[in-house]
């Protein structure tokens, strides 16, 4: 569980470790994710309370903010956590540009503790993501998904940097919409645009390490790009 005070180092791939094939269904698994990776940033995150981190005021709920440095342009995420429970509440970031609010309404049951082989449980993601430019015209897409995260394997997990025991939890995705809405006069008032439905196979990949819940890598794959972290 992360808490006010943690830094974490993290390793991006925008492609993802070549020429592996995630078993990601059983017991007493192996992965070796010791090379072929094609890193491209290192992304610092560091965890404190969340009044301190920028947008906090869009996020009242949270209980951790986190800064992140990530390709070189600065983020927050909020999250809140409990003893049985960590929820994703949202993402704020700002630019030249503007910035972009994405509020999740409800917040995102992102773990349950303790975590355990065979344990799943239904998701509900639904977001509000305004993006408000320089000038005043805005943009706002309202995302509804479906889906349920099991933990579906164990065993050894290797990357670049330790190899350790772990519990992989899979993310799949049922429903996937998506409806957008433009402001161009700047006067907080949104027309709508259009709605989307897409047939999308993706799935996400959390490893954790066994005992008290250790983030050690995720591994995303759909039909429009690869990411890892490590």
């Keep these: 569980m992360p808490a006010p005070g943690d830094h974490w180092l993290v390793y991006a791939d925008s492609v993802g470790p070549t020429n592996q094939i995630l078993d990601d269904t059983g017991p007493n698994k192996t992965w070796n994710f010791s090379s072929g990776w094609n890193i491209y940033d290192t992304i610092h995150y560091h965890f404190s309370v969340p009044n301190i981190v920028p947008g906090a005021s869009s996020f009242p709920a949270a209980t951790i903010g986190v800064q992140a440095d990530i390709n070189n342009s600065p983020a927050s995420l909020f999250f809140s956590a409990s003893a049985g429970n960590l929820s994703v509440q949202g993402v704020y970031a700002s630019n030249n540009n503007g910035t972009t609010t994405i509020v999740y309404s409800p917040a995102y049951h992102a773990i349950e503790f303790p975590l355990s082989y065979g344990q799943s449980w239904p998701i509900v993601e639904r977001t509000v993501s305004t993006a408000v430019f320089t000038g005043g015209t805005a943009v ?24 350790a025991p772990v519990l992989l939890s899979k993310k799949t995705y049922s429903i996937y919409t998506d409806s957008t809405f433009t402001d161009l006069t700047g006067s907080g008032n949104f027309t709508y645009n259009n709605s989307s439905q897409r047939d999308k196979s993706k799935a996400q990949y959390n490893f954790y390490k066994n005992g008290p819940v250790v983030f050690v890598m995720d591994l995303s794959a759909d039909t429009e790009i690869g990411r890892a972290h490590v």
Excluded at 141 to 161: F, K, M, N, Q, V
């Design 140 to 163: 706002r897409t309202i995302s509804h998904r479906e889906g349920t995260i099991r933990c579906s394997a164990w065993g050894t997990l290797t990357t670049p940097s330790q190899t």
